[in-house]
T-cell receptor
Framework: GQQVMQIPQYQHVQEGEDFTTYCNSSTTLSNIQWYKQRPGGHPVFLIQLVKSGEVKKQKRLTFQFGEAKKNSSLHITATQTTDVGTYFCAAGGSQGNLIFGKGTKLSVKP | DSGVTQTPKHLITATGQRVTLRCSPRSGDLSVYWYQQSLDQGLQFLIQYYNGEERAKGNILERFSAQQFPDLHSELNLSSLELGDSALYFC???????????FGNGTRLTVT
């Protein structure tokens, strides 16, 4: 079935360093969504990208959708301890459902 | 608060037993999704309902079943439970299939 591959699985950074997680698909995606799950919490929707080459920013977070609509990235500038959590990308499945990547777990050392 | 309510919060039961997890979607949302999350694992899609009808099916075991009722709440039934079924079960809702999901706080199931 359809899959979205997400790398890296884990990322440990020093506070203030940048962080990037990547999401890749073998098929063209109609859209991609990003979610954040804090430790002990539930996934929370961050953003949806729809257009080829789209770039969206939320404060220190920058989201990109590839030109071919097969990949996406989330970049955090100057990480803070509040950024700790697991970041998931999710893409629409063939049945209209949402398929999640395995996530990137970010830890930030103060 | 996402507006999605899941009960119970925690469930501890023995192997071979059957449990029912309940989800009330956000007001106005017609789609309900069920996901399973094992320790340090991703979100495994189980099943989706839209306005009472099954819309999509993922890697849901035959021992598991779900339904969405006319008032749009949903129940996930897990039977003949095994130790490996221990996980966090999330319900999520959305307006439609392509819309962002709003997750409940999850039900943590422990099978002993």
């Amino acid at each position: 079935g359809q899959q979205v591959m997400q790398i890296p699985q884990y990322q440990h950074v020093q506070e203030g360093e940048d962080f990037t997680t990547y999401c890749n698909s073998s098929t063209t995606l109609s859209n991609i969504q990003w979610y954040k799950q804090r430790p002990g919490g539930h996934p929370v929707f961050l953003i949806q990208l729809v257009k080829s080459g789209e770039v969206k920013k939320q404060k220190r977070l920058t989201f990109q959708f590839g030109e071919a609509k097969k990949n996406s990235s989330l970049h955090i500038t100057a990480t803070q301890t509040t950024d700790v959590g697991t970041y998931f990308c999710a893409a629409g499945g063939s049945q209209g459902n949402l398929i999640f990547g395995k996530g990137t777990k970010l830890s930030v050392k103060p | 608060d996402s507006g999605v309510t899941q009960t119970p919060k925690h469930l501890i039961t023995a192997t071979g037993q059957r449990v029912t997890l309940r989800c009330s979607p956000r007001s106005g949302d017609l789609s309900v999704y069920w996901y399973q999350q094992s320790l340090d694992q991703g979100l495994q899609f189980l099943i989706q309902y839209y306005n009472g009808e099954e819309r999509a099916k993922g890697n849901i075991l035959e021992r598991f079943s779900a339904q969405q009722f006319p008032d749009l709440h949903s129940e996930l039934n897990l039977s003949s439970l095994e130790l490996g079924d221990s996980a966090l079960y999330f319900c999520a809702s959305s307006v439609s299939g392509a819309s962002p999901l709003h997750f409940g706080n999850g039900t943590r199931l422990t099978v002993t």
